[in-house]
């Protein structure tokens, strides 16, 4: 089971799936060119992860909730019993975009996400 809960308020969500996760960690190091035509760098730790969440909903009531709790401004921390290593603190970056298949029967929340540490 997944849920997803506010900080603010503590309301939750809970999708029936979560049908696509795809998160990225940019580099921070900074590559310097020196005069000789060598490199020096300054290693510094990856940023968390971003990326798009696809949150699925069996009907259009659950989906929409969960779209306007998105919209509060707070973060949000997504838990999952079968696969924690998905578990993280989040903000909302990028777009919030719904969705329905052609049966009406499924409905995606996509969530651009930042990870935010605690």
Same mark, same amino acid.
């Given at each position: 089971?997944?849920?997803?809960?506010a900080a603010?308020?503590?309301?939750?969500?809970?999708?029936?799936a @979560?049908? /696509?996760?795809? +998160?990225?960690?940019a580099s921070q190091n900074i590559v310097h060119?020196?005069?000789?035509?060598?490199?020096?760098?300054t290693l510094i730790s990856p940023r968390p992860?971003?990326?798009?969440?696809?949150? @699925?909903? /069996?009907?259009? +009531?659950d989906a929409f909730a969960a779209f306007t709790l998105h919209e509060t401004e707070t973060t949000f921390f997504l838990e999952r019993d079968d696969l924690p290593a998905l578990n993280m603190t989040y903000v909302l970056d990028g777009d919030?975009?719904?969705?329905?298949?052609?049966?009406?029967?499924?409905?995606?929340?996509?969530?651009?996400?930042?990870?935010?540490?605690?």
């Open positions: 089971m997944t849920t997803i809960t603010a308020g503590g309301l939750t969500t809970s999708p029936v @979560v049908d /696509g996760y795809e +998160a990225t960690r060119d020196l005069i000789s035509g060598d490199i020096a760098v992860r971003s990326g798009t969440l696809q949150l @699925v909903y /069996g009907n259009a +009531a919030l975009t719904i969705t329905v298949d052609d049966s009406r029967e499924a409905w995606v929340l996509a969530v651009g996400f930042q990870e935010v540490r605690t």
